[in-house]
């Protein structure tokens, strides 16, 4: 005889709720709890096919997109992309800008299970957060290693890092220095940096890397970018890993004096639209970032319907040449 | 005796459910219905105070943003600054960009009524849709006129235009030509444009003005702007309508060889967090973005509460002086 969701419930040890709560990745469970039923499950042979879970389970047809904030070109860009995606597949989409505060995050998490939304989103900075384990709600990551069970969506990073520091060398950069995140953030983007060091090395130059802070308020940031030409006036390439910093670096090197690029050429990061718009000139590594949120929306409402999905994406960078090199 | 729902329900001729929705502003509701169900509860005299109706109102705690996109720098912070306050206020953000898309717009409109949202912002651009009329959601408008009943926020569009205008003419630009929007869109934006065209006609200087849509495509935008230089070689001062647009013609500008700001004059419109990083030399009028979202999300909570509000509120603006003029 088939085995039936009371079967499960009853040799778990739990209410038929639970097993119905694990089995569509609903609420808060804690990992015992999954794998008790998961356990269970087994034991009985239990597979409810995905059209039978699709009809008891309760859709609610909200996704949630929890990134740092929309007040940027590359995040702006990207949620919008992905929201007009999601809209044409019939979802409504809730935001949470996390501002790289993990209090927030967490609460953002939280309150979204309870707005029981059918998936998630996530480009947030903050590694850590216990709820992402602790949930079977589809989730998907852009940018972002949040854990092995989530898969990642992510542009070419080691590429991007050896296009930029490569274009800056042929074009006769000796004293290249590279800006990145914090090494404590867990994100692909710590591949630029592999690639810039890789890069020099391979062509005889010495690696400097600097960190600039993505949350830093501007008086710091503008500080930190003043710290690097007090410590090497003769730098003369800068690969900036992204194209707002890139901005800020050139307005004060323009201001120490510095003539781009006779003097000093830069390669930004990004190639945002807005970005494009707005400072058309700077040399930067275009992310397909349209691309990247198809890619996210195709990958999440995949693994919303089964419970496989691709593995992780890793989509093509270029150039863009703009007069900064 | 004291009125009673059911006495409503009875006189109106509707059920107990549709005056608890009337009187709760949920769910879509002919302005007939509303009609009726308001004139029952006028002759009963009936006033069920604002607790009691916090107690039967189901809260979603959700709230609705619809703008055009949050793929630009204005909208993006805009919305950036509302989800924040919103978030520590206990509500969720579902977001919509219209597109500037009617269409979409009303789809929008009718999905998050179904979420039941508690609230709405909009600022997105299009007119005329019944939605917005017939219902008695909480609405608040930014820098959009949508009917008589919703409180407009927005900043002082007049004043920016005139500060704008007489920058450029104290700086001794003569031929000033102007961009806005297309005029069929009823913003308090196009205030900008009385200003600009009362400011020139007081200093005895003509007015020439050029329409530049908003949702073109870049190279319809380029070919508009590029017209404007066709007809007005000798132009010597512009006054842009937004940055977005600013940026764009002055990249078409140096392209054809005008030296700014020595031949030409420019002022953006805007002043939003991105840009000044960007594009820190571009001269442009500053609206108060974040607390233009402070005053809409607590003026759609004071709606929320009680059905009075402050009436319509303006914003003062300033310029920042960049170096393009």
Chains 1, 2 share one sequence.
Do not use: C
């Amino acid at each position: 005889m088939k085995a039936k969701i009371d079967d499960v419930a009853k040799l778990a040890g739990v209410s038929k709720t639970t097993v119905s709560r694990v089995m569509n990745k609903r609420g808060y469970l804690s990992d015992k709890t999954i794998k008790k039923v998961h356990d269970a499950m087994d034991e009985l042979n239990y597979h409810p096919n995905v059209v039978a879970r699709q009809l008891f389970k309760q859709e609610t047809k909200l996704v949630g997109l929890i990134f740092p904030t929309v007040n940027n070109p590359f995040f702006g860009q990207l949620v919008s992309e992905m929201e007009k995606r999601l809209f044409n597949l019939g979802f409504k989409v809730l935001i949470g800008d996390s501002m790289n505060d993990p209090k927030k995050e967490k609460l953002y998490l939280q309150e979204l299970m309870t707005h029981q939304v059918d998936g998630l989103i996530v480009g947030a900075h903050n590694q850590g957060i216990e709820e992402y384990k602790n949930t079977n709600l589809p989730i998907v990551a852009i940018d972002r290693i949040m854990n092995k069970d989530i898969p990642v969506v992510s542009s070419d990073n080691y590429l991007g890092g050896q296009l930029a520091t490569q274009l800056l060398i042929d074009n006769g950069a000796k004293i290249i220095i590279h800006t990145n995140d914090p090494q404590n953030i867990k994100s692909p983007a710590q591949k630029r940096r592999s690639a810039y060091e890789d890069t020099m090395i391979k062509n005889g130059l010495k690696p400097i890397v600097y960190t600039l802070d993505f949350d830093s308020n501007t008086d710091t940031k503008i500080n930190s970018i003043k710290k690097i030409f007090k410590e090497h006036p003769d730098v003369d390439g800068l690969f900036i890993s992204n194209d707002m910093d890139a901005a800020q670096v050139i307005d004060v090197a323009r201001g120490l004096g510095y003539k781009i690029p006779e003097d000093l050429k830069v390669v930004g990061y990004d190639g945002a639209d807005v970005t494009k718009v707005l400072l058309p000139n700077l040399t930067t590594v275009v992310q397909p970032i349209d691309k990247m949120a198809e890619v996210a929306v195709n990958t999440l409402v995949e693994r919303m319907k089964n419970d496989s999905y691709d593995s992780n994406r890793v989509l093509p960078v270029k150039i863009w040449r703009g007069k900064t090199v």
